[in-house]
């Protein structure tokens, strides 16, 4: 496609994303990128209603920014997804389950009335139930209400295209025996943080000093005599301590409606504690494949150490009154506030632009508990920090998962409003692909097998 006819296509696709919808029958014009190019296949597109000539409507996570629209009147077709979010979009919207059909994860599966497209799901590394989508088959309609008509529909050629959603990259997608080593005609690609300057740490670092922060601290506040610095502390049983009617520490961790959970599940295990949270977050999660966690939830508030609430929540003045509510029983409140935007990168993040050199200075860095900081408004009984902790890829993940596979086409799905924003990224498109080509081994070696 000619850079011409491209920015044609974003051009229609922008001014279908801000249309009124009148002039449609009220319904508003779906985008390109939100139909698979030549096949019959809607993704994340419910707020378009019944799309021409889609037979099938994939969901990759029950985020309301991918499911807009979706509700107990959706009756445009089946809706394709994981098993996990099939539980939550009947649970949270009421839809009804006989156009809900869950497919299992990795492995491939065709998908009637598509002219014989194959899909594998892989798991997105988002939030629970969270997926990638794998399509494998031939272009047999062209599908949408785009303008731009496919060349190869009614070809023999056979073309993969993976749909990546939310995600967060790791080595498990690019090592996927469904993605290595095959070639990828189109990869749409969740580009939130695809700037030099979001170079946040490796989730599972986070997670692991989330957990080693609340252990510290609940056995360094509560009445564990023998301790003075905290670090002998941190070997000390939870649930002894806990024990005590007071002078306990309460850890407050604060999710979306769907996600954040594994700060959650880490924490609690590592203090051996009971979790809270309010009915309708209790129904949610129980929804989810995660029994360990499920097994720790209690409606008793007081008997658990580990409180779940929204994640605005998480704020002096919001948390103060937590801290008073409660103050029979814990005499410390910690708040956790998981969240990608709260990252502060460090002097020069976003200066360095030769890729051999992000590779190299980003996986020199780890993350500590020493490295979670108390926010504004902490106090003695109040304790808040930021944690830069998000379900989205970094930058550095983004550039590695680009080197790491084959493609032929990125199709940025986020902060593509303005073609200033569409260059940038495109740039970044290019740079990942004339650096690939170069490299003798493109597969970016990893530190661990979750992360690089």
């Not at 139909?35 to 019959?40: E, I, K, R, S, Y």
């Not at 979706?70 to 009421?94: D, F, R, V």
């Not at 731009?148 to 990259?169: E, M, Q, T």
């Not at 593509?416 to 990224?425: C, D, L, Q, V």
Request: hydrophobic residues 35%.
């Amino acid at each position: 496609m000619s850079t011409n006819k491209e920015n044609a296509i974003w051009k229609e696709a922008i001014e279908a994303e801000t249309s009124t919808f009148k002039e449609n029958k009220g319904r508003r014009k779906a985008p390109f990128f939100k139909v698979l190019q030549g096949m019959p296949i809607a993704v994340d597109a419910f707020r378009y209603g019944k799309i021409p000539r889609v037979t099938a409507y994939f969901l990759t996570h029950a985020h309301s920014d991918h499911y807009t629209n979706l509700s107990s009147k959706w009756s445009n077709g089946p809706i394709y997804c994981s098993q996990e979010t099939a539980n939550l979009i009947i649970h949270m919207l009421n839809v009804d389950p006989k156009w809900v059909k869950p497919l299992p994860n990795d492995v491939p599966t065709t998908i009637p009335d598509t002219g014989g497209v194959q899909v594998t799901v892989i798991e997105a590394n988002h939030c629970p139930g969270s997926s990638l989508f794998l399509f494998e088959g031939l272009q047999t309609t062209n599908a949408g209400d785009s303008s731009f008509i496919s060349p190869f529909v009614g070809s023999s050629r056979a073309f993969r295209y993976l749909h990546c959603g939310d995600f967060r990259a790791s080595p498990r997608h690019i090592l996927h025996p469904c993605v290595k080593g095959k070639n990828l005609h189109h990869v749409y690609l969740d580009t939130t943080y695809l700037d030099p300057k979001y170079t946040f740490p490796p989730q599972p670092q986070v997670i692991s000093a989330c957990a080693e922060l609340a252990q510290r601290l609940s056995t360094l506040y509560p009445q564990s005599k023998g301790s003075d610095d905290g670090a002998q502390a941190s070997t000390v049983s939870y649930t002894a301590v806990a024990s005590k009617s007071r002078g306990k520490v309460l850890i407050v961790i604060g999710t979306y409606s769907v996600g954040k959970e594994r700060v959650v599940s880490a924490v609690a295990k590592r203090l051996g504690a009971k979790v809270y949270c309010d009915g309708r977050k209790a129904g949610i999660l129980r929804c989810q494949s995660d029994p360990e966690l499920i097994a720790m939830l209690t409606d008793n508030p007081r008997e658990a150490c580990v409180h779940v609430v929204p994640l605005s929540w998480i704020s002096a003045e919001r948390l103060k009154g937590y801290v008073d509510a409660w103050k029979d029983t814990f005499t410390t409140v910690v708040g956790l506030r998981p969240t990608g935007w709260t990252f502060s990168p460090p002097g020069g993040a976003g200066l360095v632009t030769d890729i051999s050199s992000i590779l190299a200075k980003t996986q020199s860095r780890q993350f500590t508990w020493q490295d979670l900081k108390q926010m504004k408004g902490s106090d003695v009984n109040l304790k808040l920090y930021a944690v830069p902790y998000s379900e989205h890829s970094s930058f550095f993940e983004l550039t590695c998962f680009a080197l790491s596979i084959e493609w032929e086409k990125m199709i940025a799905t986020v902060n593509i409003g303005s073609e200033a924003s569409r260059a940038k990224m495109n740039q970044w498109f290019e740079r990942w692909k004339k650096e690939r080509a170069k490299r003798k081994e493109p597969l970016v070696q990893y530190r661990d097998i979750d992360y690089w």
